[in-house]
């Protein structure tokens, strides 16, 4: 095989690494490769070797801060970003090579696997198979109180490092792989505690929700792993979602198995397990399009909505007489705490109430993950419209904007507002009128003029289709996590898909994991005074969907939290 060094430019600007490893023949088939923590990607070469197939072609990433990217080392912003890296270069790579990602699988070692973990719960590639060496889930700090002591240090100190406690020959039992870790430059020994507590909380998600992965998987573990703790691998794969997935625990195997004494062995266990996957057929969307009747999600709906415990009601009971000091917490129990004036509240971030304790108590409502999470949607939704807004201009193409759940529509009028060379118009449809006056206000106070309000409902497929002029740019973001029914979904998906131009864009929102679903659930109450009882749906269920409809996803943002994502996909011509 060939071996070629590359850049991409990342989805923030900055240009990364890469290795590709290319076969003679046409390539039909991608792995690509995300190494360890504090490595980088030459150290996959030796295994490359071993997994060579014919067709198949390899590429590795040096993550940012490592190896031959930039970026101070051991740094990211955040593990958001990190994900958001790898979905970029899985697109870079399919783009580049003409390759589906029905012809890709990932083998991934230690935070590397808990990177690829994250992307393909998070974004929900299609991808064909994934290999986890020794996951990173749950790192073994040792020291007792360790994580709760980094965030306080982190908080009254933030942008510190922490430097590995391992030592070579901890990872391995070759002794000469021992004296190459040691010698190689690009390998360094510290982290960010930022980037370190993120992987922790990143673990913990991942192990909890591992039920919405449905790509074939194989985890091996190392029977001797001083770095990473066995048991979050084990609960990990326990609660996995595909109906193809394997683990092994390799007895007396140290944490880095793909430079082990065994190595050899380990490549062919890897490289059968990924000669099955492709030989499988390509499987189909028919569960996600019917999960709402049974899964995961739905059991956990019906649980939700059973009567909870004695401590739900108390705190039911405090929100109800002293939250009500918070203008946000009266708000949302006025109006509903999923409606269009709530997140319009939560979206300015200001905090209100009467006395001085109730202004606290205000702050910190708002400062709730859930409410952050909000915040960052509404940043990552404005990015992604005003890009499409100009991707569409600069190409000479119309831009009309059809919001079809706007509420107080504070994201498209500033749009509208910020962006005036584009020459955009839009239509905003509510169901609730109070919610339309409340834009109208708002478009008048900008000064906005293009942009007209209609009272309708967004499930309505008819209703949709009728719309005239034809759309460009659909939106639908907070509206399809509130209803548990995917019948109701797929008929607001296809009247967007009839009312939208061809090769339209849609810019539409997910909720696959909250932190507090069950507080929301038994404690609050939604726009028409009934608890808030919400049925998550994966990513990868929402995205079966909006394909059902014609549409093909073609970019995505998630909040650091993996609460809430962002995505644009685009209507088949």
Known sequence: MHMS???????DGVELFYRAWLPQEPVTRAVLLLHRGHEHSARWAETVAALAAPGT???????????????????????????????????HVWQTHRITPHDTAIVASSVGAVLASAWVHDFAPQVRAMVLAAPAFDVNLYVPLAVPALRFKEKLLPGGTVTSYVKARMLTHDAEQVRAYDADPLIFKQISIALLLDLHDAGRRLVDDAAAIRTPT??????????????????????????????EVLPGTFHAMFHEQNRAAIC???????????????????????????GFTRTEYDLLRAPGALKWRLQRAVLKTFGRLSRGVTLGWQTGFDS?????????????????????IDRNYLNAIGWRGIRVRRQNLDTLLRRVMLERHAAGERVHILD???????????ALHGLPQVGATALLRDYRQDNLDAAAALANALGVANVAMQCADAFDRASLAAISPQPTVAIASGIYELFPDNTAVRQSLAGIADAL???GHLIYTCQPWHPQVEMIARVLTNREGQPWVMRRRSQAELDALVRAAGFEKVDQLTDNFGIFSVSVARKAT
């Open 5 to 11: 060094e590359h850049q991409f430019v990342t989805h």
């Open 57 to 91: 072609a390899f590429f590795a990433p040096d993550q940012r801060g490592h190896g031959r990217s930039p970026g101070a080392r051991g740094f990211a912003p955040n593990i958001a970003a990190l994900i958001k890296d790898i979905d970029t270069f899985a697109r």
């Open 218 to 247: 194989l985890i091996l573990a190392a029977g001797r792993d001083y770095v990473v703790k066995l048991n979050a691998q084990r609960r990990f794969f326990a609660r996995l979602g595909s109906t193809h997935k394997q683990f």
């Open 268 to 294: 062919t266990r890897v490289r059968g397990f990924l000669d099955e996957a492709f030989a499988r057929p390509v499987p189909g969307d028919d569960d996600l399009l019917h999960a709402d009747r049974g």
């Open 340 to 360: 269009g004036h709530t997140l319009d509240y939560v979206y300015q971030n200001k905090a209100h109430g009467f006395p001085l304790l109730g202004t606290m």
């Open 404 to 414: 079809i759940a706007a509420g107080p529509g504070r994201y498209v009028i500033e």
């Open 501 to 503: 131009a061809p090769a």
